[in-house]
Nanobody, 122 residues
Framework: VQLQASGGGLVQPGGSLRLSCAAS????????MGWYRQAPGKQRELVAA???????NYADSVKGRFTISRDNAKNTVYLQMNSLKPEDTAVYYC?????????????????WGQGTLVTVSS
């Protein structure tokens, strides 16, 4: 399984970005997909996850600002990020879970993308 993430970049505070991640290979559409991020010196943390049925799980820090969605036919997951803050600066990774639930446990995610850098700065 390979994951290809795109959409990162430099944006000013208050701006928006949309990340995309396409999965190829032998995965099942029932698997949950998610976005994690890792800032320098910090642990990798869940940003958002989504089941094949559309149930979602968000980190408290992004609720109301970020929206995760997926296209099961394309094995693609998206992350719409609005009202971005400097503390959102990190490398963002997409991942495919071994399970159907939108878990926050990093150990549940078996396949990882290469990461895309999001920098929020004026």
């Amino acid at each position: 399984v390979q994951l290809q993430a795109s959409g990162g970049g430099l944006v000013q505070p208050g701006g928006s970005l949309r990340l995309s991640c396409a999965a190829s290979g032998s995965i099942f559409s029932i698997n949950a997909m998610g976005w994690y991020r890792q800032a320098p010196g910090k642990q990798r943390e869940l940003v958002a996850a989504i089941t094949s049925g559309g149930s979602t799980n968000y980190a408290d820090s992004v609720k109301g600002r970020f929206t995760i969605s997926r296209d099961n036919a394309k094995n693609t997951v998206y992350l719409q990020m609005n009202s971005l803050k400097p503390e959102d600066t990190a490398v963002y990774y997409c991942a495919v879970s071994l399970y159907s639930s939108a878990s926050s446990q990093v150990g549940h995610y078996r396949y990882w993308g290469q990461g895309t850098l999001v920098t929020v700065s004026s």
